[in-house]
């Protein structure tokens, strides 16, 4: 027995001994037999039966009468005469088909893989009963006749097992030590010579995600493409082997199109469409990376509930857009019921028109004005329909030091007041932060006093180079806000002087609280010093590799750089 197995299957799963496996998966470099006497897979509930009549030579029973006839004797009475009774006729025995349809535990309650499941307890056995007809007078040369006659037996079990990629790799590695996903592998349990009323005729293992895949690129169903995997499994558990010669190889192409012509069912198969995908692309990429592909999260379930992304630096690549690839990573985990949270040093009107921009905003979007979030720093957080539950004002004392310093070193300020930026004067950089950060344009008021009446103000960032914020503005206002404020850098080429005591990931802790979640819940990904207590409070912190030194530290993980993607990798890679 294979105790890892127990918690992976679900409905009727496989319980007989596994005597050799045969690779199914169809390319001219796949395939390899080897035997093995461990259990494939752990025994459950009892399998679903399904009975055929495989003869057609049936006879009715008939009812037997001891007696029959009428005479007189010669007195006048009745007399009956007896007669021997005739032998009834015997019934020919049903073959029973107990077929087990099985869907491997982390597969989600997807409603198409559920349907399919139901159409292969009906279609399995209808393959079976038309492969065991064709192997009576069968002329075939190649194949293994260890199962020549299935009448010999009172009932034959096959396990068929969905999955996705990442179960059939790991079953592909540990038996043929090939470390990468497959479409299909069969695992034969017949053991010849035992005398046994049962033909255990083994399991047939197919990834869902694989198939998904071929099945568009073949121009047919998920389902079509998995009954043509199915048949090249069955056919393989019946002594078939396409890789011992070109013989053997044509053989059993020809009996997988025979067997599909005759059940009806559409496309080429296994072997035919192999041959014609190699032809088409002249090439076979097999990886082993853990990476999910495109498309593929819906046979996948969440590792967690909510993914807290921040903007600058991680969801936006250098030209601050959200990269195609991106977009469509964030659409297919929320179709997945993952909750997209972004955490930020902006305002949250320049993130929902950045998300506008790539039609991701709005009720059926990531963000909009009604859903949870953290923003400028986590000092505004809005939580259940987009209501402020925190705010942190920054001291006014350090307010009207930072404009004053602001007009004498002719250094650019921004305030932040909600959904509006304050600045003293015109300047590039200030512009800059509208055009290029699509922040909200700044408002112009020269007056330092009419600047810090006009509202509260969250944060104040100054903006100046690289080397002059490292080299004059950190060190300087690290000292004079000691004990009053916090400084803190999500670019390089700003500073931002924030409330004493908070943090961006202050105000996810304030988020997860409301909302009732834990932070064993969540992913968050980050690239800044602001995004460290973030990433240390979520279960799985992802720092990309263009981040800070302090973000990455702390990480569990070094993802991908902002302009390679490094937030849908993180996505296809570590959140299903």
């Not at 007989?16 to 494939?40: G, I, K, L, Q």
């Not at 002249?282 to 990376?289: E, M």
């Amino acid at each position: 027995m294979l105790p890892r197995f127990s918690n992976y299957l679900r409905h009727t799963p496989f319980n007989s001994v596994m005597a050799r496996a045969v690779t199914c998966a169809y390319h001219p470099h796949f395939c390899s037999v080897f035997n093995t006497n461990d259990n494939a897979f752990p025994s459950c509930n009892p399998p679903r039966r399904v009975s055929f009549l495989l003869f057609d030579n049936s006879v009715k029973k008939q009812q037997s009468q001891p007696f029959r006839g009428v005479r007189a004797n010669a007195g006048g009475q009745r007399e009956y005469r007896k007669v021997r009774s005739r032998t009834p006729k015997s019934k020919p025995k049903e073959l029973e088909l107990s077929v087990s349809i099985c869907i491997e535990e982390d597969l989600p309650d997807d409603p198409e893989i559920l349907n399919i499941a139901e159409m292969l307890r009906l279609n399995v056995p209808m393959a079976m009963k038309l492969a065991f007809d064709g192997l009576k007078g069968s002329e075939y040369k190649t194949r293994d006749t260890a199962i020549d006659d299935v009448g010999g037996f009172q009932s034959v079990e096959l396990s068929v097992l969905l999955c996705n990629d990442e179960f059939i790799r790991k079953l592909n590695k540990e038996w043929r030590d090939e470390d990468h996903a497959t479409d299909v592998l069969s695992m034969s349990q017949h053991v010849p010579g035992l005398d046994l009323p049962i033909l255990m005729l083994g399991d047939i293992v197919i990834s869902l995600e694989t198939a998904a895949r071929q099945a568009e690129e073949r121009g047919h169903t998920l389902l079509d493409e998995i009954r043509i995997l199915m048949i090249h499994g069955l056919l393989h558990l019946l002594g078939f082997d396409h890789e011992i010669s070109e013989e053997a190889e044509v053989e059993m192409e020809k009996e997988e199109e025979l067997l599909l012509k005759s059940l009806d069912w559409k496309g080429k198969g296994l072997i035919k469409s192999a041959y014609d995908t190699e032809a088409n692309s002249n090439s076979h990429q097999s990886s082993s990376d853990d990476r999910k592909k495109d498309g593929s999260l819906r046979f996948y379930k969440p590792k967690f509930s909510h993914i807290f992304c921040d903007m600058d630096g991680t969801l936006l690549n250098s030209k601050s857009q959200i990269s195609t690839s991106t977009v469509k990573a964030l659409r297919e985990a929320s179709a997945r019921g993952v909750k997209i949270v972004i955490a930020t040093g902006k305002a949250r009107p320049a993130v929902i028109d950045i998300f506008k921009s790539v039609d991701l905003a709005g009720k059926d979007g990531i963000v909009s004005e009604f859903s949870p979030g953290v923003f400028v720093q986590g000092l505004l957080v809005y939580g259940r329909q987009g209501r402020e539950i925190y705010r942190s004002n920054l001291d006014p004392n350090v307010c009207r030091e930072a404009c004053l310093y602001s007009l004498e070193n002719k250094v650019p300020l921004i305030a932040f007041c909600e959904g509006r930026c304050l600045s003293l004067f015109h300047d590039p950089l200030v512009d800059s932060l509208h055009t290029i950060y699509r922040e909200p344009k700044a408002e112009i008021i020269p007056s330092v006093e009419h600047f810090l009446a006009s509202a509260d103000i969250q944060k104040m960032i100054f903006l100046g180079t690289r080397q002059n914020v490292a080299d004059t503005l950190r060190p300087y206002w690290s000292d004079a806000t000691n004990g009053r404020a916090n400084v803190v850098q999500s670019v390089p080429d700003m500073l931002e002087i924030v409330p004493l005591g908070t943090s961006k990931g202050k105000g996810v802790k304030v988020l997860l609280d409301h909302l009732g979640i834990t932070a064993t819940e969540i992913m968050a990904i980050g690239d800044g010093e602001n995004d460290v207590e973030m990433l240390e409070l979520a279960s799985l912190g992802i720092a990309l590799s263009n981040g800070s030194e302090k973000s990455k530290a702390v990480a569990d993980v070094i993802g991908l750089s902002n302009d390679e993607d490094g937030v849908a990798d993180a996505i296809y890679r570590y959140a299903f």
